[in-house]
């Protein structure tokens, strides 16, 4: 038994563009739709979800997930939305990003053979890398007008834009290799439906069109709203670049706060599209964070969701215990709980003084570790007066003036932290 598709990415705000009569071709039986991802890199970033959540929602309705690494498309790269070429890969990059790209999508789709649905992953590279140009041009190029192709937006745009150099021929075939991966999967594999983001509607339709005219059958086409943030700037970006998946990329408590930080207006939005909550549980939450929104309760959920989807449950209790210890209470103990990557993203930017392993091992003492070797405080006098003030935490814990600081304090077997106030923050390093 089925259930509807399209009604349940409809209320969650993920539906763009459909082409008539796809919900009433969903709802007849179980079918097969892709997603297409071109292995640019070694991870996916947060871009990417939208697809792999849209997959995610047609395989839990009772579908079957093609999950389609662009291969081929990746050697030639889609200018839907570019305004420059993109640089080509070569074959021994690209199976290695589409190998790191299968591990990430297992995440989120099941990919095990004990179902009918199972999700599937393939590589458009296995099927183009045989067709020689000739037959390419003479079996499929045949079929689609050049006037049919120059009235697709992302052709329009990309030869109306400022850019000198233009569109050259190999990003101008990109649709009709696109097209040819629908086409090749709606007759091998059964596959009626290709989603995507909207700016991929016209790549979609020539695909349709293929199916049309040499499948003498009928594809379908659905996208999905590109994701944008209430204050304009670019979603999934911040200073230091994308938010990866790959933890060695965006580790788990940057990824953590990123949803953490996302505002009230892009927080009811997200929690639709980047999480599996019901409707009712939704709902719920977002009536409790109109009334005490103080709480940020709908931005702990999302964080909370998608930390634990995309990395574990042990990587999201770090990232809160990280954040606390930023932000809250937290003790000595908490601070040495963490490893050293998340130390260091927590306290990025935060001055820092070198001081000797040396030091440490026969005690320093706390004037020298305030002023006398570090000029963390201005003076001696200074520090002095800060630990009669009581002002002064070694690792979060007030000390006194006799306070020796040891190996004992030290976090990650290099790190201090001390703090004078509440706001000001200081790192000790030992070398």
Not at 106 to 133: C, H, P, Q, R
Request: aromatic letters at 8%; glycine letters at 6%; a negative charge.
């Amino acid at each position: 038994m089925v259930k509807n598709f399209v009604e349940e990415i409809t209320w969650r705000g993920m539906l763009h563009d459909v082409m008539p009569g796809t919900e009433e071709h969903l709802l007849e039986e179980m079918r097969a739709a892709y997603v297409g991802i071109d292995p640019t890199a070694d991870s996916l970033h947060i871009g990417h979800l939208v697809g792999v959540m849209m997959l995610r929602h047609f395989q839990l309705c009772g579908h079957k997930p093609y999950a389609l690494v662009g291969g081929a498309t990746g050697m030639i790269g889609d200018p839907s939305g570019k305004s420059t070429e993109r640089n080509l890969l070569d074959e021994e990059t690209l199976r290695h990003n589409q190998e790191a790209l299968k591990n990430q999508l297992a995440k989120f789709l099941d990919f095990t053979g004990n179902t009918e649905n199972a999700a599937v992953l393939v590589n458009n590279y296995d099927w183009m890398k045989n067709i020689s140009f000739l037959d390419f041009i003479r079996d499929t190029g045949k079929h689609i007008t050049v006037n049919y192709m120059m009235s697709k937006d992302s052709v329009k745009k990309r030869l109306s834009s400022d850019a000198a150099e233009g569109m050259s021929f190999t990003e101008f075939t990109y649709q009709l290799v696109q097209g040819y991966d629908f086409l090749h999967l709606y007759k091998n594999f059964s596959c009626t439906l290709q989603m995507g983001g909207s700016d991929q509607w016209g790549n979609i339709t020539t695909g349709t069109e293929l199916i049309r005219r040499i499948g003498n059958g009928k594809g379908y086409a659905l996208t999905c709203p590109l994701i944008t943030k209430a204050d304009g700037t670019k979603f999934g970006k911040t200073e230091s670049g994308n938010i990866w998946l790959d933890p060695n990329l965006t580790s788990p408590y940057k990824f953590y706060q990123y949803w953490l930080n996302t505002s009230d207006e892009d927080a009811e939005k997200y929690i639709k599209i980047f999480t599996f909550l019901s409707r009712e549980e939704i709902e719920s939450l977002v009536k409790n964070h109109v009334q005490e929104p103080h709480l940020r309760q709908l931005q702990k959920t999302l964080a909370e969701e998608i930390t634990v989807m995309v990395h574990s449950r042990e990587d999201l209790e770090n990232a809160v215990k990280a954040s606390e210890v930023l932000f809250g209470k937290s003790t000595a103990s908490d601070l040495k709980s963490l490893n050293e990557a998340t130390f260091l993203d927590v306290f990025e930017g935060v001055p820092q003084a070198e001081i000797s392993r040396e030091d440490i091992e026969n005690g320093l003492d706390m004037i020298a570790a305030l002023a006398a070797k570090t000029n963390f405080l201005a003076s001696n006098a200074e520090a002095r007066r800060a630990l009669k003030e009581n002002a002064v935490a070694v690792n979060k814990e007030k000390v006194g003036e006799d306070y020796l600081i040891t190996r004992e304090d030290l976090i990650n077997d290099k790190y201090v932290i001390l703090n004078k106030g509440k706001r000001n923050t200081y790192i000790l390093r030992v070398v």
